[in-house]
DNA sequence: ATAGACTTTAGAGTAGACTCTAAGGTCAAC
DNA sequence: GTTGACCTTAGAGTCTACTCTAAAGTCTAT
């Protein structure tokens, strides 16, 4: 198949298959005549691989690592695999924890302004941003 | 005051100020007879305002909105402060549930392998990684 | 034979928010 | 009078992962 169809089958477009392939991601084999690439099924299934870590959140570094793994199973073992999903799984936790504590920020600073009509000098969400002690009165 | 001591007292460092002042978000009103920046209290403020608004995850854009609400308020109302944190939470909470949906399939990958000195030759992750119906297995 | 859809390439552009560099000027202390 | 810490500028570089462009070649259908 080309690339065109690959891009179809695999939800890449088709520029972001060229660009994995420069990034040395995908190899391709096969030039039609007129230079054309020319994609099998094992090239589909490892553009397909690449979007599922990358859906997953993994760097394409980490993708690279993957495919390394994938292409020669017996010379890495199950740890090289787990130990890059647990560093993974570490990071996203951080990040949800990180949002979580900016998400109760933004409900203190939303929850103490009306959100009316009315002028914002008294506004409380700015006077929040402008100062500390706005958080201090908080939790007194 | 001058910038390394507005630096060191508002927690952005001297270059983010001239970043900062360059994209319009502060103001240098003063200059020194050597042409040094000089800044006072409320420049000050300035700086931490913007350093908190940057902490609880909003744009140079949407600080800038921010600014101009901080620096006329009667020309605004409270709306204009809560339309911007109420979009912010969306987008924090659309984030953090996308994350959360990332870690329940990190989890997924990570439950099924081994993680030991084992070769990978029957690595779950990299099964997984390959191949939807290993999902499909695993709900079925 | 020609329109329209597809493909090729190298390389530039995008986003957001910095971060750094080079080459120079200033200032306080010893 | 010189060292070292600070300041100035315009502009380039960083990061990640695309995304797009231009100019050209190719294929398919009518």
Avoid: W
């Avoid at 995908?26 to 990358?54: G, H, M, P, Q, W």
């Avoid at 409900?107 to 009316?116: P, V």
């Amino acid at each position: 198949m080309k690339i065109g169809e690959l891009a179809k089958k695999s939800g890449l477009s088709a520029h972001t298959l060229r660009f994995y392939e420069k990034q040395g991601l995908i190899k391709v084999n096969n030039r039609s005549e007129s230079n054309y690439r020319i994609y099998n099924n094992a090239d589909l299934d490892t553009a397909k691989f690449i979007k599922r870590c990358r859906d997953m959140g993994f760097s394409l570094e980490e993708v690279e690592v993957f495919l390394s793994i994938r292409s020669d199973r017996p010379a890495h073992i199950c740890a090289d695999a787990k130990n890059i999903t647990a560093i993974k799984i570490t990071e996203v936790e951080d990040k949800i924890s990180e949002l979580q504590q900016i998400l109760i920020a933004l409900h203190k600073l939303s929850d103490a302004c009306c959100g009316g009509n009315e002028s914002a000098e008294l506004c409380s969400i700015i006077d929040a941003l402008d100062n500390d002690k706005e958080q201090d009165k908080t939790e007194a």
